[in-house]
């Protein structure tokens, strides 16, 4: 925050802290539950996938704890097959895949865009009351005593098995569905309502990568939703389809469910990428380097996406061919990962880097995902995943993907917008120490179980009496799992206290330049008085602090700049 | 430089025919293990440089730029094709590389030698069991109710030996893996799947199933011996002559490898998955359907051949059959244990149950003699052709 000394007067003349907002224009349940405001979805969106991701939580601190002795601790193995289902299952399906686009995509989106809202509001409300429905059916997946098939389902034991898969499979399908309304919206929104001089490569970097995760939503979701209608199909009439006992063929269901849920991957990756984008350029002062790029990788990305389901499948017998096939396009993928690391990398050189909550979040994300991406070697390489496959070494990978990456994304992304959403300051000390915090702890948690893995443990082990050296990797893994839990309940304790004690937020108090900035804080119901110009969404500079707002002001358009321009 | 000598001394470890344990990688026991651990370290190494480039990168720049030292961000250019155009194409370099070093090992992990001596692996929830070309079995329980070690249930091996392992699964997915071979492979139902290795050191290593396949997944284990050439023979030998044994002990020996054990109890009377054996002779069944059956003789048969017929009421039906597996004199052996567990059978008979036959007389142990022939393919004929005997009984 370089204060200058000088005053710093804004060019933008609608009122930081208008009378009326979105938050208080109306009140009562009715309308918040039935709002067609895209801002009052994304809050109602946040809070369900906030809470389903406590409920996560809570498995996978069960999963840890039971996991801290090679016996068994507090439960059968029955029961730990459901917890660790339940965990798998409810994090993907109601946490990872809507988490950033429809929670903070549907907040940020049209005020990016500088619209009054999605191009189909009726249709987003219906797609948060079908999640909201999901996550019911999953509440009384377990309050019928959980199902026990492993997130993915697999068949002939999700044929055989007597849990309520039928149940859990329908939520997943409407969840499906939330996701495909989520992602047709975004793309007609994008497509139909950039305002006049906003053109493809002048959108913020979150859009490009919402517009390509939202191609994957509705290209993809429908193969799970069919896959999981005809194991419904054959569980209920017995119609041999995956069955092999009536006929069916069970490596068939794997490359169905793998056809949607590897591109469901990139699902979550992609918007936590689009996150990082912005958080960088931001907290680092500094234009984003090698916008191009960045933008077309998520196109790569997502198309790529769509080419290497069978490297879930490396020794399910598929033939060799299909191996060597899919092991080469597999690593098509590691090429604009690695592309968008090296970007944000520059993008911080000779900045002016802000370590604010955010920030720690942003460079955390890129530490884990560092791993996250160079872990994935070993595993599209054919020899060495046939010894890696389904041990712990795939465990600490898709976690670090998944959980490091995208949940960090998310966090950070909370942090980034959440004086935005709520027009209140969190305490920095409190969430900065908390991010430190769930940072540390996840790499402890999740590195001790790249050497277990590499060493044999197999995933969904319940017991590993008979390999008593594995247990200390266990007991740090755990350790690590404990830290990250206090570290996130002290986040969650920065953020809802500042709601009652947080200082008034001011405009813009990072000194992002897309146009969410731009609004009020918390924004009006129709989102901005007069449509704003959009310029380049990266001229920084076209902001600066200012002691006496406690945030940065305007001071002239953002405009593309001609010595730099790509 | 250092990474380099680290790097360099790391690859030379690796290539070292059968090392033991590092911090990464279990003990080298296969042919197979030394290209697979190579292209591991050639990855780890690339992993090792790129994340050491990209984290102090990031860590010079958070502590050089950081606004408290550096309050101004400077211009720089917004992109630079020759810069961009280098991280895409050095990291694509690197992968082809990557992709090769793995695909030639895992052509050596998937091509079995033609000649390669075969065993047939079958998998159950929640056993394994092995069938060598004799038609001797092993498998089972690998300890036992006193916690004592059941050598008979591991899967032996020749050392130095090509071996390919034909399996197939009687219920649900599983997947064979022995970390010290680097060898894994899906075991599907409905169809057959290979895994082959030459073990290169005498010892005893675990076997895993490494897909989950439900209730007790991480208690599907067994151990693989490799063992000279002459000790494995012996112990063929023994496998196939057993007899002479009792009815009852064979029958406690078939339950074992064929994986009843996993399922019904013989000792405390508790239900596991299964109904307990345990005083089930002689007995009334309440079978789904609302009928009552005698359990006797036919109705075991009938379970083991055909499960679904008559599920005992309050239990799943999630046995698999055996049909075309078992012989019937391995039938009779097991309904013979099954008797003597039962208070329901008089004493007397249970007695003669238990006794030994007399050497060279009629022993029900002979049933495993049957097969002479030594091909996996001989063993599954002599299979079938049981198969239809027991038909012609019916």
């Not at chain 1, 950039?194 to 939202?214: D, H, I, N, Q, V």
């Not at chain 2, 984290?55 to 992109?79: D, N, Q, R, S």
């Not at chain 2, 003789?297 to 008559?310: G, T």
Request: charged letters at 15%; a negative charge.
């Amino acid at each position: 925050m370089s204060s200058t000394g000088q005053t710093v007067k804004s060019i933008l003349t609608s009122p930081v802290h208008p009378e009326v907002n979105y938050l208080n224009a109306t009140k009562g349940f009715a309308s918040w539950f039935f709002t067609l405001d895209h801002k009052r979805i994304g809050i109602m969106y946040m809070c369900s996938i906030l809470t389903a991701f406590f409920l996560g939580g809570v498995f996978a601190m069960l999963i840890r704890t039971e996991l801290f002795t090679p016996g068994q601790l507090m439960f059968t193995s029955d029961q730990y097959n459901r917890v660790f289902t339940l965990h798998g299952a409810i994090m993907v399906f109601l946490v990872l895949i809507p988490g950033i686009p429809a929670a903070l995509g549907n907040f940020v989106l049209p005020l990016m865009l500088g619209a009054k809202d999605v191009a189909f509001p009726r249709l987003n409300l219906l797609s948060y009351h079908l999640y909201v429905i999901g996550l019911v059916m999953a509440l009384l997946v377990l309050g019928l005593g959980g199902i026990d098939t492993g997130w993915t389902f697999y068949t002939p034991y999700s044929i055989q098995t007597q849990t309520p898969v039928v149940l859990i499979t329908s939520a997943a399908f409407i969840l499906g569905f939330s996701s495909i309304f989520t992602g047709l919206n975004f793309i007609v929104t994008i497509h139909k309502m950039r305002p006049p001089s906003m053109t493809w490569f002048k959108m913020p970097l979150l859009l490009w990568a919402l517009y390509s995760t939202a191609l994957i939503q509705i290209v993809a979701t429908p193969v799970l939703g069919i896959t999981l209608l005809l194991l419904i199909v054959e569980r209920v009439m017995h119609i041999g389809i995956f069955n092999p006992a009536l006929g069916g063929d069970p490596v068939l269901f794997q490359h169905f469910f793998w056809f949607y849920s590897h591109p469901a991957v990139y699902i979550m990756i992609l918007p936590a990428m689009g996150v990082i984008s912005e958080l960088v350029s931001t907290f680092s002062r500094k234009h984003i380097f090698g916008y191009r790029f960045i933008a077309y990788s998520s196109i790569a990305i997502a198309i790529f996406s769509f080419i290497v389901w069978g490297h879930h499948m490396f020794t399910s017998g598929q033939s060799n061919l299909m191996n060597m096939v899919f092991s080469a396009l597999t690593f098509s993928v590691s090429i604009p990962s690695a592309v968008k690391m090296f970007n944000w990398l520059t993008t911080m050189y000779k900045g002016s880097i802000n370590l604010a909550t955010p920030m720690i979040y942003t460079l955390s994300f890129m530490f884990i995902f560092a791993i996250a991406g160079l872990t994935g070697l070993p595993l599209a390489t054919l020899a060495t995943d046939i010894h890696l496959h389904d041990t712990y070494f795939v465990v600490a990978h898709f976690h670090y993907t998944m959980m490091g990456s995208t949940l960090f994304a998310f966090v950070a992304g909370i942090h980034y917008w959440w004086p935005k959403m709520t027009g209140r300051m969190y305490n920095q000390k409190v969430a900065r120490f908390a991010a430190w915090l769930v940072s540390i702890g996840f790499n402890v948690t999740f590195f001790s179980q790249f050497p277990l893995g590499s060493l044999g443990m197999p995933r969904r082990y319940h017991l590993y009496e008979a390999m008593p050296d594995w247990q200390i990797y266990h007991q740090i893994s755990t350790i690590g799992a404990y830290m990250q839990m206090i570290g996130f309940l002290l986040a969650a304790y920065a953020l809802i206290s500042s709601l009652s004690k947080g200082k008034l937020a001011p405009r813009n108090p990072w000194g992002g330049a897309t146009l969410e900035w731009e609004t009020s804080t918390p924004p009006i119901t129709f989102n901005f008085e007069d449509t704003p110009d959009a310029g380049d969404p990266y001229d920084v500079e076209s902001w600066q602090w200012s002691d006496e707002e406690g945030g940065y002001v305007k001071v002239r358009p953002s405009v593309v700049d001609e010595d730099h321009a790509e | 430089m250092n990474f380099a000598t680290a790097t360099a001394s790391s690859l030379h470890l690796a290539l070292q025919e059968g090392r033991g344990q590092t911090f990464w990688l279990p003990e080298q026991a296969s042919t197979a293990a030394g290209g697979v651990d190579l292209s591991f370290y050639i990855i780890y190494w690339i992993m090792v440089f790129f994340f050491v480039l990209l984290m102090g990168l990031t860590f010079w720049f958070v502590v050089k730029y950081h606004k408290g030292i550096h309050p101004k961000a400077e211009h720089t250019p917004h992109h630079n094709l020759p810069m961009e155009l280098s991280w895409i194409l050095i990291p694509l370099a690197l992968v082809i590389v990557i992709f090769w070093y793995g695909f030639k090992g895992y052509m050596h992990l998937t091509s079995p030698p033609a000649n390669a001596y075969q065993i047939r692996v079958e998998a159950q929830q929640w056993t394994w069991s092995f069938v060598y070309p004799n038609g001797g079995r092993s498998g089972g329980k690998m300890v036992d109710d006193q916690g004592q070690a059941v050598p008979e249930a591991y899967l032996h091996v020749p050392e130095n030996t090509d071996v390919v392992l034909i399996m197939e699964s009687k219920d649900v997915l599983h997947s064979f893996y022995i970390p010290q071979f680097r060898v894994k492979q899906d075991v599907v139902p409905g169809r057959y799947t290979k895994v082959w290795f030459k073990a290169t050191k005498a010892g005893t290593y675990d076997i895993f199933c490494t897909e989950y396949c439900g209730k007790d997944h991480s208690s599907m284990l067994n151990k693989v011996v490799v063992q000279s050439q002459p000790e494995f023979e012996a112990y063929l030998t023994k496998l196939k002559d057993r007899s002479p044994y009792s009815p009852a002990e064979n029958g406690e020996y078939y339950y074992n490898i064929f994986g009843c054990v996993q399922c019904h109890d013989t000792k405390d009377k508790v239900t596991i998955t299964g109904p307990t054996f345990v005083d089930a002779f002689g007995s009334k069944v309440n079978v789904d359907g609302g009928a009552t059956v005698d359990m006797d003789e036919n109705y075991i048969r009938e379970s083991i051949l055909d499960p679904m017929a008559k599920i005992h009421s309050g239990f799943q039906g999630v046995m698999p059959t055996f049909k075309g597996k078992i012989k019937d004199d391995q039938i009779n052996d097991i309904i013979a244990f099954i008797k003597t567990l039962s208070s329901n059978v008089p004493e007397d008979v249970k007695e003669a149950l238990r006794q030994t036959p007399e050497p060279g007389g009629e022993a029900s142990g002979e049933a495993m003699n049957v097969d002479d022939g030594n091909s996996a393919e001989s063993a599954a004929a002599g299979d079938a052709a049981s198969d239809a005997a027991s038909g012609n009984q019916e």
